[in-house]
């Protein structure tokens, strides 16, 4: 095994462990701590492949700003065993069956594609330059230039959303002023 | 890919990089805590600490023994490893953006070699920095959380959102700002500012991008939770803010480490905008002087130009009133985060129609 081997395993190992750790653990704060070392763990994969950028923004994007949203809105349900809802028997029952069926395509997809798909990715991650800054933006705004801005009229129209959602009626202000 | 080329003589070099600029560091935050109180004796015609030696020059040392002999307090319901870490969070996050920045010029060995005075030269330094202030926010809000109390919590909450607000202003501010250098590096965005007079125009970015400056240097204030943006302590609403609880130095670690942020980010603020360690009439002192002397001289413009903005941090602090949390909010989102966004546009226009290489 070469050093690039160890660290992924090392790596992988870590990012299972967590990601175990996010749906064992029982307080919810726990759980999105643990959440944000996978985070962490997942962005060491990235590094391992070449790719800074993709490892730095999931670390700022996941890790600094939507798990901190997160964690946000957990600390002020302030949840604890009393006030947890118990699910009842079907609903539990619904989730393992569509867990599963999720569970199956995985399972399904990766291993059509299973099939020297390794010699390729270690391939890929010693050779590829293609996750550096430069060349992934000259080739997100060259060959992907038409999805990269539809992703983005995607985000704008999801924030204006938000904030037309967020926005008080004008009579209900003036229920509030009252 | 080479990932781990190391040799022994590297690893020794930067070992002993990092332990230096780690104890620099806490030790100008250290002087900070004693400025700062010298600062608010001058401004409001006091004397400030001056029993513990000469000019009270020893009061940062005896509040450190202070703080580490007073008897430590856990509250009994709170999360005890939460309530342990989040001062731990906020102290590394607070050490760790130090490993990008460069600190002078490189050194010239004797074998032709350099000795680098960066700890690491990655090319995306700039993205580094935003991840690490972005996750500073978790010590504040575990902290504020396992704390166990309603103050501590809001604060925490307050700390959270303020964090996030500001990081977008200060994120898109930036973006003009790379724009021009077209690096991420930011030894190489210091080292575009060499001198201070090129081409008939100054090189400093300052006075290419003023208003980034000043977009940057208020998120900055917010992204510090310094006065006038200090909402997640405010006495008079929140008692001590997310350190009620804490006691011992654990507190200490807390105000320790918003010294520490702030003697970085100074030294952020002086690199991408005040040419870091470059200045006027370098280029004739380079070639009088040995370039060890070069190296040093380049260090002490790069320590000076960051007093000046710790200077300018505590006056600001003893100047300015506090904000109240919806004007916070209005200024971030509806001031800010507009005016870094037409700073953005007109930046790129420029570039595009008059320095296009074509």
């Known amino acids: 095994m070469d050093i690039h081997q160890i ?29 944000i070392l996978t985070f962490f763990t997942i962005s060491g994969q990235y590094i391992a492949m070449n790719a800074q950028f993709l490892a730095i923004v999931n670390v700022i994007v996941y890790a600094g700003a939507i798990m901190v949203l997160f964690l946000f809105v957990i600390m002020l349900m302030n949840l604890n065993g009393d006030t947890e809802p118990q699910k009842n028997f079907l609903v539990q029952f619904a989730g393992v069956i569509s867990g599963g069926s999720l569970l199956l395509i995985f399972v399904a997809a990766l291993k059509s594609s299973y099939t020297g798909l390794e010699g390729k990715q270690i391939e890929l991650a010693q050779s590829s330059d293609i996750g550096l ?28 959303g938000a904030v037309v959602l967020g926005k008080r009626e004008k009579d209900e202000l003036d229920v509030v002023v009252e | ?3 781990l080329a190391l040799t022994l003589s590297l690893v020794l070099e930067k070992v002993i990089l990092i332990s230096v600029i780690l104890g620099a560091s806490l030790g100008i935050a250290m002087y900070s805590t004693w400025a700062e109180r010298k600062v608010a004796a001058i401004m409001q015609d006091r ?8 000019f009270g020059l020893f009061q940062p040392l005896a509040d450190g023994v202070k703080l580490f002999l007073k008897e430590e307090i856990i509250p009994t319901v709170s999360s005890k490893f939460l309530f342990v870490l989040g001062p731990s969070l906020a102290m590394l996050m607070a050490c760790m953006t130090s490993a990008v920045i460069p600190w002078g010029p490189d050194i010239p060995k004797a074998d032709g070699g350099v000795i680098s005075l960066q700890v690491a030269d990655i090319n995306i330094g700039v993205l580094f920095i935003f991840g690490v202030v972005s996750l500073g926010v978790y010590g504040i809000m575990i902290g504020g959380w396992a704390s166990n109390n309603k103050f501590s919590l809001l604060s925490g909450l307050r700390a959270a959102s303020q964090a996030i607000s500001y990081e977008l202003a200060m994120g898109i501010s930036l973006i003009a700002m790379v724009m021009m250098t ?60 997310y350190h ?12 320790f480490a918003e010294y520490i942020n702030m003697f970085i980010s100074s030294v952020i603020l002086s690199s991408l905008f005040f040419g870091g360690y470059n200045y006027p009439f370098m280029d004739i002192v380079a070639a009088n002087v040995s370039p060890l002397l070069v190296s040093i001289i380049g260090v002490l413009v790069l320590l000076g130009k960051a007093i000046g903005f710790i200077l300018f941090f505590m006056f ?12 916070l909010m209005n200024l971030g ?12 546009l007109v930046t790129g226009a420029v570039i595009l129609y008059f320095f296009s290489p074509k």
């Open chain 2, 1 to 3: 890919m080479i990932l």
């Open chain 2, 182 to 241: 077209g690096s991420l590096s930011l030894r190489e965005i210091v080292e575009q500012q060499h001198g201070f007079w090129q081409d008939g125009w100054f090189t400093w970015n300052f006075f290419k991008q003023p208003l980034a400056f000043i977009i940057f240097i208020v998120c900055a204030f917010a992204e510090l939770n310094r006065a006038p943006f200090d909402l997640a302590e405010c006495e008079s609403e929140l008692i001590g803010g």
């Open chain 2, 47 to 54: 004397r400030g600490p001056n029993r513990a030696g000469p």
């Open chain 2, 316 to 327: 600001i602090r003893w100047t300015i009133p506090r904000f109240r949390y919806d004007q």
């Open chain 2, 244 to 255: 009620t609880e804490y006691s011992s130095m654990k507190l200490g670690f807390y105000l």
């Open chain 1, 133 to 160: 800054i430069k060349n992934l933006g000259h080739a997100l705004f060259t060959d992907y230039v038409f999805p990269f801005e539809i992703a983005s009229v995607l985000f704008l129209s999801a924030m204006i």
């Open chain 2, 333 to 344: 989102w509806k001031s800010l985060i507009p005016l870094a966004l037409i700073n953005m």
């Open chain 1, 7 to 35: 660290i992924f395993w090392v790596l992988s190992i870590m990012t299972l462990g967590l990601a175990v750790g996010v749906i064992m653990s029982r307080s919810p704060i726990n759980s999105v701590l643990f959440l």
